[in-house]
Nanobody
């Protein structure tokens, strides 16, 4: 599976961005797709995931209520709608996929940069 993340950019605090992650190589089915981020000097942080089959989602406390993960079957793509962005949201945002029931994410995209200015 190849993952291509896009949609990042430079925005001011309070703005919104929508990130996309398109999967190719096979059609998603019994998968969980997740969004992560890595801020400069910090560890990889889980943000959200979505079960491709059920649509069930889960969020990290740090983004719940501000970020929304969603999926588009036809486009084999997931999205991360990010609202009320803060300077501390500045990071490289990555998407990843794992099979349902498996803990480890097997495939990762290259990431898209988000910079939030104050």
């Amino acid at each position: 599976v190849q993952l291509q993340a896009s949609g990042g950019g430079l925005v001011q605090a309070g703005a919104s961005l929508r990130l996309s992650c398109a999967a190719s190589g096979r059609t998603l089915s019994s998968d969980v797709m997740g969004w992560f981020r890595r801020a400069p000097g910090k560890e990889l942080e889980f943000l959200a995931h979505i079960n491709w089959v059920t649509g069930n989602t889960a969020y990290a406390d740090s983004v719940e209520g501000r970020f929304t993960i969603s999926r588009d079957y036809a486009k084999n793509t997931i999205y991360l709608q990010m609202n009320s962005l803060k300077p501390e949201d500045t990071a490289n945002y990555l998407c990843a996929v794992r099979r349902i029931g498996v803990i480890r994410y097997d495939y990762w995209g290259q990431g898209t940069e988000v910079t939030v200015s104050s």
